[in-house]
């Protein structure tokens, strides 16, 4: 454990560690392109410069091992006047497009500018031109005149995904990312070189021009992609969810995350979610409140005893299921609680990276709670069951990921042959329609809506926070059990609330107005 | 005077082939060397002073010492990717004697204990790469390379790779690199290659003459060499002549020797009527002399750095008073940015500016605040990268703006060259 | 605004303050009337004011020589705004030398404050508070001008082109 000094403070730094590690660890802020603590050193930006007592030139942090006594020193003259000359020779052939590049705002030539450049520009000769909107394969766009050659995506290619699709052509200030010839920039983990590009070269084609980073909160939560949990930070204003981006943890995911995972945001989504719950009557369907659904239902699920089934997906939080179960088995008396696995054949199936063959995020967890209140019913009873009718009341908890439920149809099929479904549902899915007479979906709350925790394929449990709300109607799998079984509950109204209903009726109600919603009420998102 | 210590029979064509080496003594160094302890060969180089002729001058004998002293397989490489602007040297040494660079390697590979040397040979001297694979097989079949040398027991084996033409690759990472099959580019150090270099192996990286300087060290002893130069800048060095000057060509000489005999004895003077402006000294990376400093200039690692420029591969370029000096650094910045590999921002992006700077003045656009922005962001280039490319590129543009600054505010206001009365339009049409 | 409260018995008097005004009143009617063309006020809508070519009314989106909207979509204007009455639906331009372009570009003119921050914001000179200020329409949906009528209203002519030329940006090497 070398001991040395940073800008006049002794700390003592783990074996081995570069200087810029140790001032990352200090909360130092050090200017720096190319390290990224995920990759291995490049050493190209020459950004992260310091003054190490003894030497004569200025040093790079990244690639400098402390050694015992070292005095490092970034507050100096000369690292500055390095530093600031680094960002102008970065900007010089910079197309400062900034307008139309979505990473304005949160752009590292932006921020580093701001922090430590400031100068007067004097370049005065033609700028190099480059490439623009190429078409780096089905997810990532690359502008190289806004490249800085940090050579990230590059590394990330090379050591993360190992799939080698990217390097640089050409020599000098006419070198330029690109694909290897007939190659596409296309694997499971292609978008974290869109994270890691510090600027706006490389942009995400799903989020491509739908949003100024700064329209956008953040709000972090776990993925329900797989049972991997990776930490996400979402980004969401009140026209929806737009990305998602991984956060570093070192126990789940590293800096990264996979594809699959960044579509997930997508269900969430206003359009893809059920608003109100629907009562299948002989004359059809017809719309009511889900809390008044919920309480509609719990005459026919308290009546229910041993002819009442709970259906479980491994998509909820551990809390709920505690909840429903508890209610389920002592309230209800049932104890025909059943666990809906998808594709048990390729749960084990792993990449070596992040993806899992499991794709319910909380598979382990309901088999905790399964095992705390013994329950051990298996599918095959539960279809035995339906089949001589001695099931009448169905509760299905639905997946909110749809993605990886393939046989929807089969299921509604299977559930039918009860007299009874009730179907808690997040996100739409014809299938439903199909559901018999006497069938009730309600609209369950997505994961970014509710607190709870999910415990991962390690048995890692994860707490993770309430981002916001979309559908304020909808239920959480907790709120939905106290209701079905007749209790009394009061749901806290919600401040932050995406529907029109809540909008004071003195407001013109035109198209435009409603599409004008965003820009209006955007201070008070 | 010249001293012939290498160069003695370049004269003679049967030189290059075997027979002929062997006649004039050759390769009985390499019987003789192979009877003694590699650590002696190490010990012998190091007492001879003899420094890194390729342009850095680092001292051959501790370089070789930098290697671990496990039994890890190791390389020995032989840099003959002679880029440098001015330099021809390696070009005449591989031509003339390949024998010599031969032998010269197999006592280098066994004092360093490698089992496999490569010549990275420059792309465009591909008649050199035909000539040294004649010479490496007829050492195979006389038995001075491979299993087994002359009943010894020592293994040596040599190959010849031929480089794409990229100056870069002149620097001992990027060479590794390149051999290594990658894209020519410096790396990171540390590690250093006598640690982790070509295949992750410890390397060493030797220049032509290093590796040919070898033979006669170990032949005449350490002390015999030593007689040449100075003390610290020990032996003898090719330099190779260049410009406005009557006889060019290399010329083998003591180090410490002066460059105005240089440049009147051996080089025959300047051509009647021109007066010498300056005198770039080792390459076109080195920082240039005027007139007045070349007159008292010797030709030596001290006197150079005292100077404030460097002996580098020992090109010596002379520029007459006819030559103008806005037009040479163009050619030089154009030479830099085209040949930047494009890792570092700072050598990346500052060469081409620096070339776009010295061209707006070319072409009339230059303003006088030009002047000064070629030495900052020249300054700001300087130590800022992997490899000494952009100080390379840096050196020449702050000597030549500092040491020749009327002529650069000349071509500012007038818009034409303060030599020529043209301006570059006018001179290129 | 403030309110000036003056103490002492002259506050009581109230009249004096009334007979005053009546006198300025009468002061300006009786001068109008003999002096008729020095009158301030004007007969509108038959006569109209000529307000100086600074003045800012209505907006405009400029054009390119083409008759492309010079908009890049980069939002400026609707973050800068302080009514918050722009609202831009970006999209991807098939021509990638443009790149991005607004599909939809909509100012609400009833809650705009006509503050020119738009104008001043815009690093493309896409947007310019015209000389146009008379805005009439029959309900709250009249008053929300689409491109339509941002940059290609009859009373334009085929639209304003900017001063900013893209080829001599690039010539430049902007």
């Given at each position: 454990?070398p001991?040395?000094?940073i800008?006049?403070?002794?700390i003592?730094?783990k074996?081995?560690s570069?200087?810029?590690?140790?001032?990352?660890?200090?909360?130092?802020?050090?200017?720096?392109?190319?390290?990224?603590?995920?990759?291995?050193?490049?050493?190209?930006?020459?950004?992260?410069?310091?003054?190490?007592?003894?030497?004569?030139?200025v040093?790079?942090?990244?690639?400098?091992?402390?050694?015992?006594?070292?005095k490092?020193n970034?507050?100096?003259?000369?690292?500055?006047?390095?530093?600031?000359?680094?960002?102008?020779?970065?900007l010089?052939?910079?197309?400062?497009?900034?307008?139309?590049?979505?990473?304005?705002?949160?752009?590292?030539?932006?921020?580093?500018?701001?922090?430590f450049?400031?100068?007067?520009?004097?370049?005065?000769?033609?700028?190099?031109?480059?490439?623009?909107?190429?078409?780096?394969g089905p997810?990532?766009?690359?502008?190289?005149?806004?490249?800085?050659?940090?050579?990230?995506?590059?590394?990330?290619?090379?050591?993360?995904?190992?799939s080698?699709?990217?390097?640089?052509?050409?020599?000098?200030?006419?070198?330029?990312?690109?694909?290897?010839?007939?190659?596409?920039?296309?694997?499971?983990?292609?978008?974290?070189?869109?994270?890691?590009?510090?600027?706006?070269?490389?942009?995400?084609?799903?989020?491509?021009?739908?949003?100024?980073?700064?329209?956008?909160?953040?709000?972090?939560?776990?993925?329900?992609?797989?049972?991997?949990?990776?930490?996400?930070?979402?980004?969401?204003?009140?026209?929806?969810f737009?990305?998602?981006?991984p956060?570093?943890?070192?126990?789940?995911?590293?800096?990264?995350m996979?594809?699959?995972?960044?579509?997930?945001?997508?269900?969430?989504?206003?359009?893809?979610?059920?608003?109100?719950?629907?009562?299948?009557?002989?004359?059809?369907?017809?719309?009511?409140?889900?809390?008044?659904?919920?309480?509609?239902?719990?005459?026919?699920?308290?009546?229910?005893?041993?002819?009442?089934a709970?259906?479980?997906?491994?998509?909820?939080?551990?809390?709920?299921?505690?909840?429903?179960?508890?209610?389920?088995?002592?309230?209800?008396?049932?104890?025909?609680?059943?666990?809906?696995?998808?594709?048990?054949?390729?749960?084990?199936?792993?990449?070596?990276?992040?993806?899992?063959?499991?794709k319910?995020?909380?598979?382990?967890?309901?088999?905790?709670?399964?095992?705390?209140n013994?329950?051990?019913?298996?599918?095959?009873?539960?279809?035995?069951?339906?089949?001589?009718?001695?099931?009448?009341?169905?509760?299905?908890?639905?997946?909110?990921?749809?993605?990886?439920?393939?046989?929807?149809?089969?299921?509604?099929?299977?559930?039918?042959?009860?007299?009874?479904?009730i179907?808690?549902?997040?996100?739409?899915?014809?299938?439903?329609?199909?559901?018999?007479?006497?069938?009730?979906?309600?609209?369950?709350?997505?994961?970014?809506?509710?607190?709870?925790?999910?415990?991962?394929?390690?048995?890692?449990?994860q707490?993770?926070?309430?981002?916001?709300?979309?559908?304020?109607?909808?239920?959480?799998?907790?709120?939905a059990?106290?209701?079905?079984?007749?209790?009394?509950?009061?749901?806290?109204?919600?401040?932050?609330i995406?529907?029109?209903?809540?909008?004071?009726?003195?407001?013109?109600?035109?198209?435009?107005?409603?599409?004008?919603?965003?820009?209006?009420?955007?201070?008070?998102? | 005077?010249?001293?012939?210590?290498?160069?003695?029979?370049?004269?003679?064509?049967?030189f290059c082939?075997?027979?002929?080496?062997?006649?004039?003594?050759?390769?009985k160094?390499?019987?003789?060397?192979?009877?003694?302890?590699?650590?002696?060969?190490?010990?012998?180089?190091?007492?001879?002073?003899?420094r890194?002729?390729?342009?850095?001058?680092?001292?051959?004998?501790?370089?070789?010492?930098?290697?671990?002293?496990?039994?890890?397989?190791?390389?020995?490489?032989?840099?003959?990717?002679?880029?440098?602007?001015?330099?021809?040297?390696?070009?005449?040494?591989?031509?003339?004697?390949?024998?010599?660079?031969?032998?010269?390697?197999?006592?280098?590979?066994?004092?360093?204990?490698?089992?496999?040397?490569?010549?990275?040979?420059?792309?465009?001297?591909?008649?050199?790469?035909?000539?040294?694979?004649?010479?490496?097989?007829?050492?195979?079949?006389a038995?001075?390379?491979?299993k087994?040398?002359?009943?010894?027991?020592?293994?040596?084996?040599?190959?010849?790779?031929?480089?794409?033409?990229?100056?870069?690759?002149?620097e001992?990472?990027?060479?590794?690199?390149?051999?290594?099959?990658?894209?020519?580019?410096?790396?990171?150090?540390?590690?250093?290659?006598?640690?982790?270099?070509?295949?992750?192996?410890?390397?060493?990286?030797?220049?032509?003459?290093?590796?040919?300087?070898?033979?006669?060290?170990?032949?005449?002893?350490?002390?015999?060499?030593?007689?040449?130069?100075?003390?610290?800048?020990?032996?003898?060095?090719?330099?190779?002549?260049?410009?406005?000057?009557?006889?060019?060509?290399?010329?083998?000489?003591?180090?410490?020797?002066?460059?105005?005999?240089?440049?009147?004895?051996?080089?025959?003077?300047?051509?009647?009527?021109?007066?010498?402006?300056?005198?770039i000294?080792?390459?076109?990376?080195?920082?240039?002399?005027?007139?007045a400093?070349?007159?008292?200039?010797?030709?030596?690692?001290?006197?150079?750095?005292?100077?404030?420029?460097?002996?580098g591969s020992?090109?010596?370029?002379?520029?007459?008073?006819?030559?103008?000096?806005?037009?040479?650094?163009?050619?030089?910045?154009?030479?830099?940015?085209?040949?930047?590999?494009?890792?570092?921002?700072?050598?990346?992006?500052?060469?081409?500016?620096?070339?776009?700077?010295?061209?707006?003045?070319?072409?009339?656009?230059?303003r006088?605040?030009d002047?000064?922005?070629?030495?900052?962001?020249?300054?700001?280039?300087?130590?800022?990268t992997?490899?000494?490319?952009?100080?390379?590129?840096?050196?020449?543009?702050?000597?030549?703006?500092?040491?020749?600054?009327?002529?650069?505010?000349?071509?500012?206001?007038?818009?034409?060259?303060?030599?020529?009365?043209?301006?570059?339009?006018?001179?290129?049409? | 605004?403030?309110?000036?409260?003056?103490?002492?018995?002259?506050?009581?008097?109230?009249?004096?303050?009334?007979?005053?005004?009546?006198?300025?009143?009468?002061?300006?009617?009786?001068?109008?009337?003999?002096?008729?063309?020095?009158?301030?006020?004007?007969?509108?809508?038959?006569?109209?004011?000529?307000?100086?070519?600074?003045?800012?009314?209505?907006?405009?989106?400029?054009?390119?020589?083409?008759?492309?909207?010079?908009?890049?979509?980069?939002?400026?204007?609707?973050?800068?705004?302080?009514?918050?009455?722009?609202?831009?639906?970006?999209?991807?331009?098939?021509?990638?030398?443009v790149?991005?372009?607004?599909?939809?570009?909509?100012?609400?003119?009833?809650?705009?404050?006509?503050?020119?921050?738009?104008?001043?914001?815009?690093?493309?000179?896409?947007?310019?508070?015209?000389?146009?200020?008379?805005?009439?329409?029959?309900?709250?949906?009249?008053?929300?001008?689409?491109?339509?009528r941002?940059?290609?209203?009859?009373?334009?002519?085929?639209?304003?082109?900017?001063?900013?030329?893209?080829?001599?940006?690039h010539?430049?090497?902007?």
């Open positions: 454990m001991k040395c000094t800008n006049g403070k002794e003592e730094v074996d081995g570069t200087v810029i590690e140790a001032m990352h660890d200090q909360g130092i802020h050090v200017a720096h392109y190319c390290w990224h603590p995920g990759l291995s050193v490049a050493g190209v930006c020459r950004l992260c410069m310091v003054d190490i007592e003894g030497m004569p030139r040093q790079i942090a990244c690639n400098t091992t402390v050694t015992e006594g070292m490092i970034n507050t100096s003259q000369k690292v500055k006047d390095a530093v600031k000359w680094g960002l102008d020779f970065h010089i052939n910079h197309p400062l497009d900034c307008p139309i590049c979505d990473q304005a705002g949160e752009c590292g030539l932006q921020d580093q500018y701001m922090e450049g400031k100068y007067d520009p004097e370049m005065a000769e033609k700028k190099v031109k480059k490439h623009k909107v190429m078409d780096l997810t990532v766009v690359l502008d190289s005149e806004r490249c800085i050659l940090c050579s990230r995506c590059v590394r990330f290619t090379k050591e993360v995904s190992q080698n699709e990217l390097g640089i052509f050409n020599r000098g200030d006419h070198s330029e990312i690109s694909t290897f010839d007939g190659q596409k920039l296309d694997n499971n983990y292609s978008l974290n070189t869109v994270d890691i590009c510090p600027v706006g070269a490389l942009t995400s084609k799903d989020f491509r021009f739908r949003q100024r980073a700064w329209y956008l909160k953040e709000g972090n939560s776990i993925c329900n992609g797989c049972s991997t949990g990776c930490n996400i930070k979402t980004y969401f204003n009140k026209e929806g737009f990305r998602v981006k956060v570093y943890n070192k126990e789940v995911n590293g800096h990264w996979c594809d699959d995972g960044r579509d997930l945001y997508k269900f969430v989504n206003r359009d893809h979610r059920y608003l109100k719950a629907s009562h299948r009557q002989e004359s059809g369907w017809s719309q009511i409140l889900p809390g008044a659904a919920a309480k509609e239902v719990s005459t026919h699920v308290k009546a229910g005893g041993e002819e009442l709970l259906v479980l997906t491994g998509q909820y939080t551990t809390e709920e299921y505690e909840k429903i179960i508890g209610i389920f088995t002592k309230d209800l008396k049932t104890k025909n609680i059943f666990h809906w696995v998808n594709n048990k054949e390729s749960f084990e199936a792993f990449d070596n990276l992040l993806i899992r063959g499991d319910n995020p909380n598979t382990k967890g309901l088999l905790q709670v399964f095992e705390k013994q329950i051990s019913k298996t599918w095959a009873d539960l279809e035995t069951s339906l089949k001589a009718g001695a099931i009448k009341t169905v509760v299905v908890a639905g997946p909110e990921n749809l993605k990886f439920y393939k046989d929807l149809d089969a299921k509604v099929q299977l559930f039918s042959q009860a007299k009874k479904v179907w808690l549902q997040t996100a739409k899915h014809p299938a439903l329609e199909k559901l018999p007479i006497n069938s009730w979906i309600i609209p369950m709350k997505s994961f970014v809506e509710k607190e709870g925790s999910f415990v991962n394929y390690k048995g890692l449990s707490k993770m926070n309430k981002v916001t709300t979309i559908v304020s109607e909808a239920l959480t799998l907790a709120e059990a106290e209701l079905m079984a007749g209790h009394q509950i009061s749901i806290k109204p919600d401040t932050h995406l529907t029109d209903a809540d909008r004071p009726l003195d407001q013109v109600m035109s198209e435009h107005r409603k599409k004008n919603e965003f820009v209006f009420k955007r201070g008070t998102v | 005077m010249e001293i012939k210590l290498l160069s003695e029979h370049y004269s003679n064509p049967k082939e075997l027979a002929g080496y062997e006649a004039f003594g050759g390769y160094v390499l019987k003789t060397a192979l009877t003694m302890q590699p650590q002696q060969i190490i010990d012998e180089v190091k007492a001879s002073g003899l890194g002729r390729g342009g850095a001058g680092f001292p051959t004998g501790v370089k070789w010492g930098f290697l671990p002293k496990n039994g890890e397989p190791r390389y020995l490489l032989c840099n003959a990717d002679e880029g440098e602007p001015g330099t021809c040297k390696d070009r005449v040494m591989m031509e003339k004697a390949p024998h010599q660079l031969i032998e010269g390697m197999i006592i280098s590979g066994f004092a360093v204990g490698s089992k496999k040397g490569y010549i990275y040979v420059r792309g465009e001297y591909f008649h050199v790469i035909a000539i040294l694979e004649q010479a490496i097989l007829e050492a195979y079949k038995g001075f390379l491979g087994n040398i002359l009943g010894t027991g020592v293994d040596f084996d040599l190959d010849v790779y031929s480089g794409a033409g990229a100056y870069i690759c002149g001992e990472t990027a060479l590794i690199s390149s051999l290594e099959g990658k894209k020519g580019q410096p790396k990171l150090k540390p590690p250093f290659p006598a640690v982790q270099g070509y295949l992750r192996k410890p390397t060493i990286v030797n220049n032509v003459e290093t590796l040919a300087a070898v033979v006669p060290i170990l032949r005449d002893g350490a002390a015999a060499y030593k007689k040449y130069g100075t003390e610290k800048s020990a032996g003898t060095k090719f330099f190779s002549l260049s410009g406005n000057i009557v006889k060019p060509g290399n010329y083998e000489v003591p180090l410490a020797y002066p460059l105005k005999d240089m440049i009147y004895k051996l080089g025959g003077g300047l051509r009647p009527g021109r007066k010498l402006k300056a005198v000294p080792g390459g076109s990376s080195a920082p240039v002399l005027t007139a400093e070349a007159e008292v200039a010797t030709l030596d690692y001290e006197c150079m750095a005292g100077m404030g420029t460097m002996l020992g090109a010596i370029i002379v520029i007459d008073d006819s030559q103008c000096m806005v037009d040479m650094l163009a050619v030089l910045t154009h030479f830099y940015s085209h040949e930047s590999c494009g890792q570092c921002t700072p050598c990346r992006e500052g060469t081409g500016w620096l070339n776009k700077i010295v061209h707006s003045i070319l072409e009339g656009r230059g006088l605040q002047i000064d922005l070629l030495v900052k962001v020249a300054d700001n280039m300087k130590g800022r992997i490899c000494a490319l952009s100080d390379a590129a840096a050196l020449p543009v702050l000597s030549f703006v500092t040491k020749f600054r009327d002529e650069f505010e000349f071509y500012v206001r007038e818009g034409r060259s303060k030599v020529k009365g043209a301006s570059h339009a006018q001179m290129h049409h | 605004m403030s309110v000036v409260q003056r103490d002492g018995e002259t506050r009581k008097w109230y009249l004096l303050g009334v007979l005053g005004g009546l006198w300025i009143t009468g002061h300006h009617l009786i001068k109008n009337l003999f002096n008729r063309k020095q009158m301030i006020t004007l007969n509108y809508p038959e006569e109209k004011y000529e307000y100086s070519p600074r003045f800012k009314g209505n907006h405009v989106l400029t054009v390119k020589k083409d008759g492309s909207l010079r908009c890049t979509a980069c939002m400026l204007c609707a973050t800068n705004c302080p009514a918050e009455c722009i609202r831009i639906v970006a999209s991807e331009h098939e021509d990638p030398s790149e991005k372009f607004p599909i939809s570009y909509e100012i609400d003119m009833l809650r705009c404050v006509f503050c020119g921050f738009c104008e001043e914001a815009c690093p493309v000179d896409a947007i310019r508070l015209g000389p146009e200020w008379q805005v009439p329409g029959l309900c709250g949906d009249n008053f929300i001008y689409g491109i339509d941002l940059a290609y209203r009859p009373q334009l002519k085929g639209g304003i082109q900017s001063f900013v030329d893209d080829e001599e940006r010539k430049a090497g902007i």
